[in-house]
């Protein structure tokens, strides 16, 4: 090992203890976010009461089975919550190592660099939700299939002086099949979102398959009983079972109950297209491409840099790559016209296809078939599938109408890497002393510095501030529900502490205070506001309204009980005035944000 390699690895190993340290540093500091208080309260219900049962709209067992036995060996809080997110956010770096062989050294390096800072790895790795495990585990599947691939080439080689093959099996191709099945099926327990993953999959080795020529004699082979096809069709019988049984544990608690799987697959999928179809949380077509310029910057340009490169490495025709521009760029042009026809003259839309299609379909298809064309194109298997991978599900993603910040994790990691890749490739080779060489080096330093200031900016400072757009607007201010949830231990303790009576007539509050007020025994939900008040605290909304129920709350009781204004969630509707130069570096808007009030009202015991 030389000197650079030296000061690579121990570079990598700060970079991990670093990672760890961003994850774990006041991890519990931020109040709750409505989806964690959500998963919270039924991680909790299975932690003291044993009682769990699957509902999509909450997602799968996985999060809760493990973060329920966290709660057993650290007790049940926000700290014991968000742990094991943070432990897998930080793991993913070890991952990288075995890819090493295609990232480069320094390409690993930067790799974990992107991951570690990464604002949106990082805000989602302090995050109590699935979508931090599911890119662990689909990053797993990749580090297995790729140790399999490298294995299976390895059995295959052709003997030295001989036109055969070795007859040599490694039983490792074994152990990365099965943990491949176990990163699978893991996902599958986590997140309805697992089955577009396994969906790609098959797509990309069905692709795969007919670029190798695969099928080429394959009847024939299975005739003659080919020792290698009858390994392969063995090998893919026990992934499929590692699979289902892991499924099946997960969701049934027995080895193998199809009848149990097939209705929890039917539950998530119908429940999901019914998200879609109603468009539950819809969004633009561009919903994604703002987050990740804003949030990730050097990781988008040199993502994309590093596809044309990969892309048209191995191309002799010089004008291949101007010819692929100019038809994009054609039919874009050709959609854009469309669009601006059917705004000008309605009449002449219902011929458009434009106008049955949706937006999302019709504008990034392109992006689509430049990934299924990278397939059959690059002849670095990994590249490929990376490419693809990212294509895929930037198209995908963007036609869902479940357009939620934490799905950017999706395509944002296969970007990363290839980004990583290039950025190590095109740094062995450089020669600073070019224009090109001192302007790609000057941007990666200014857009690197941007990068780090962006996340620390989200993740230690403005962490429950709706002004930044991976922050979904149900995330409590910080600073007002944290002085609610203060008044109300406050005030539990002068009574009765958690037998105290509470009254909770706002019932948009009731997601959030379930896992607050778990421990509390004599809480009383959804009070009609008409009914006698009598309890040492009572919950009521708030609203812009000339008199509201706080307000009416507020005169019937009279003197004996203080009031206490607060909010569940804040957010701001963006517009394009909005997008400044004080917002892009400090996130400065000119308007406060618009909020989901409520009011506590709560007699100390002094005035009893």
Not at 319 to 329: A, G, M, N, T
Not at 476 to 495: A, D, G, R, V
Not at 559 to 579: G, N, P, Q, T
Request: glycine share 4%; aromatic share 18%.
């Amino acid at each position: 090992m030389n000197k650079r390699q030296c000061g690579l690895y121990l570079f990598l190993i700060f970079i991990i203890i670093f990672a760890f340290f961003l994850r774990l540093y006041q991890l519990d500091e931020r109040v709750f976010h409505h989806d964690e208080a959500a998963v919270g309260y039924f991680t909790y219900k299975l932690f003291n009461d044993s009682v769990y049962s699957y509902d999509p709209s909450f997602h799968g067992p996985f999060m809760y089975i493990f973060t329920s036995n966290m709660y057993r060996l650290l007790e049940d809080s926000v700290y014991s919550s968000r742990l094991l997110p943070a432990i897998f956010g930080a793991s993913m770096i070890f991952l990288l190592i075995p890819l090493r062989r295609y990232l480069g050294n320094t390409g690993t390096v930067i790799a974990a660099f992107f991951l570690a800072i990464s604002p949106s790895f990082l805000y989602y790795s302090r995050f109590y939700r699935e979508d931090i495990f599911i890119s662990f585990f689909t990053l797993l599947a990749l580090v297995c299939a790729v140790k399999y691939a490298e294995a299976y080439d390895r059995d295959n080689r052709p003997v030295s002086g001989s036109s055969h093959c070795s007859s040599h099996y490694s039983i490792e191709r074994i152990f990365y099949l099965a943990i491949f099945g176990i990163a699978i099926s893991s996902m599958a327990a986590l997140k309805e979102n697992a089955y577009i993953i396994m969906a790609l999959i098959v797509l990309f080795l069905f692709m795969f398959f007919i670029r190798e020529r695969s099928y080429l004699g394959l009847l024939d082979r299975l005739k003659r009983k080919d020792k290698g096809s009858i390994t392969l069709i063995l090998e893919g019988i026990f992934l499929v079972l590692a699979v289902l049984v892991v499924f099946s544990l997960f969701y049934t608690g027995h080895l193998l109950d199809l009848s149990g799987m097939k209705d929890a697959v039917y539950k998530a999928l119908s429940h999901w297209y019914e998200m879609h179809r109603i468009q539950r949380m819809g969004g633009p077509y561009y919903y994604y491409m703002p987050l990740i310029a804003l949030y990730e910057l050097p990781v988008l340009v040199f993502g994309l840099l590093g596809m044309l490169y990969y892309g048209f490495k191995n191309c002799y025709e010089g004008r291949k790559k101007e010819k692929l521009l100019i038809v994009l760029l054609i039919y874009w042009i050709i959609v854009d016209i469309m669009y601006l026809i059917a705004q000008s003259y309605p009449w002449a839309g219902k011929y458009l296809p434009t106008t049955y299609i949706q937006s999302s379909t019709i504008i990034f298809l392109p992006v689509l078939v430049l990934g299924i064309i990278a397939v059959f194109y690059i002849h670095n298997r990994f590249i490929a599938f990376l490419v693809f991978w990212t294509f895929s599900n930037f198209f995908i993603y963007s036609y869902v109408q479940e357009k939620v910040p934490w799905l950017v994790l999706n395509p944002l990691l296969p970007l990363l890497l290839i980004a990583a890749a290039y950025i190590g490739e095109f740094l062995s080779g450089l020669n600073i002393r070019s224009r090109s060489g001192a302007a790609l080096i000057i941007f990666l330093l200014i857009s690197s510095a941007f990068f780090v200031h962006t996340s620390l900016l989200l993740n230690y400072e403005n962490y429950t501030n709706p002004a930044e757009p991976l922050i979904q607007a149900s995330q409590p201010p910080q600073e007002k529900f944290s002085e609610f949830l203060n008044k109300t231990f406050e005030i539990s303790s002068q009574y009765s502490n958690q037998s105290t009576d509470i009254q909770v007539v706002d019932v948009e509050m009731e997601t959030q205070l379930l896992w607050y007020a778990r421990h509390y025994t004599n809480i009383h939900w959804r009070v009609d506001i008409d009914v006698k008040f009598n309890a040492p605290l009572i919950v009521v909304h708030d609203s812009d309204a000339n008199e509201t129920e706080a307000d009416v709350m507020q005169r019937d009781l009279g003197r004996d009980y203080v009031r206490l204004d607060s909010a569940k969630m804040s957010w701001y509707w963006f517009k394009l005035s909005d997008i400044t130069p004080e917002y892009v570096l400090w996130r400065k808007m000119n308007r406060p944000p618009d909020e989901y009030r409520f009011a506590l009202f709560y007699k100390p015991k002094s005035q009893k």
